[in-house]
Each structure stands twice: as structure tokens, then as C-alpha cells.
């Protein structure tokens, strides 16, 4: 049986720091709707408070995290250790999605120190932290971050950026709205 934690302290805060991957995880309201499971890397999660992650999202293929977070808030991420002692930690969370040209995204964007383009900053009000054993997970040396995502970005324009996130990022794949793109405050036309 895990152990259940109050708050974010600094040991925790460490580990976190120490891990290179982490996993995101919402879901829809709708019975039928797909579960989001997303993996997330390049130094971009950031602890906040004792109560409060934050992560930079660089952009993909969809916006599902958007679009629940949006319509129900619901997420979790989640932790493990691929080095040193097994050890895994879920937070569990309302979450909140903040976009370029929203009040407090310039703020947020501060914490972070990676150059490439966000796309939205999601916060997690943290209300339970839960860890599990880990023993089940193997061991993995890290290597080195990929350069995939930035070598896909210096060779867009900031409009090119701008029509792949009209395309592929305004709804999630059951039609939620998901990310604003013009302006627009729903994430629909």
C-alpha cells in the first residue's frame, strides 16, 4: 500500500528535479471519450508550491490534456524512477490550461528555460499525493534529450507554428474544445 503526503516538501521537490520523464493522464466526462496518457520530458514540469505543479507544453499531435482539463479539470501525473531506488509518485489534481496572451503566462512562463515555442503552461492544484513502490519498473540510463521537437521548430515560421495548432490542436479527438487559436476563447470557430 503507497504512502500519502500532505504536501510537495523539499524531499520530494528533489526528487522530482531528479527525474527526466514524467506522464500526464486525464479523461473525458463522456463513458465513451478517450483517456489521455501523455510522456513529457525536456526539464519542462516545475513545482510551484507545496501544492502546485506546472508544466510547459511544447505542442504535438493533439491537445487532449487541453481539452479535459478544460471541461472537467480532472489530471494526474505521474513519476517513476529509472534510476537509483524504485519509487513512484502520482499527484493527483484539478488542473487549469494557460495560453500565450493570457494574464499570467509570461509569469509562468519565467520558471521555465527552454527556448523553444509553448504553446500552453497547464497548472495542477494538487489535492493528494500518493507513492507506490516502483519495483516493478526497470532500470534506464538517460542518455541525452532528444532534439526532435526543436530541430521541428527551427525550421517553422511562428505562422506555420500558428496553422499546424489551427489543424491539429483547436479540439481533442472525441471534439472538445482544446486550444484557442486566433483569439478565440472556446477553442472552436
Known sequence: MGKEYTEIDERIQNWITRQKVYFVATAPLAADGHINCSPKGLDSLRVLGPHK???????????ETAAHVRENERIVIMLCAFDGP?????????????E???AG????????SSPLAARNIVCVDVDKIMDSC????????????????RNWYDKKSEEDILNY???NNRLSLDGLPALK?????TGTS
Do not use: N, T
Not at 524504485?86 to 494557460?98: C, H
Not at 487559436?181 to 476563447?185: A, E, L, Q, Y
Open 53 to 63: 505543479l506546472a508544466y510547459v507544453d511544447f505542442g504535438g499531435s493533439g491537445a
Open 86 to 98: 524504485p519509487k513512484i509518485y502520482r499527484f493527483y489534481g484539478r488542473g487549469s490550461v494557460v
Open 105 to 112: 503566462f509570461d509569469a509562468l512562463l519565467a520558471e521555465f
Open 181 to 185: 487559436v486566433d483569439g478565440d476563447s
Open 165 to 167: 495548432r489551427r489543424e
Open 134 to 149: 516502483g519495483y516493478g519498473v526497470p532500470q534506464y540510463e538517460f542518455k541525452s534529450e532528444r532534439e526532435s521537437l
Open 100 to 102: 500565450p496572451g493570457d
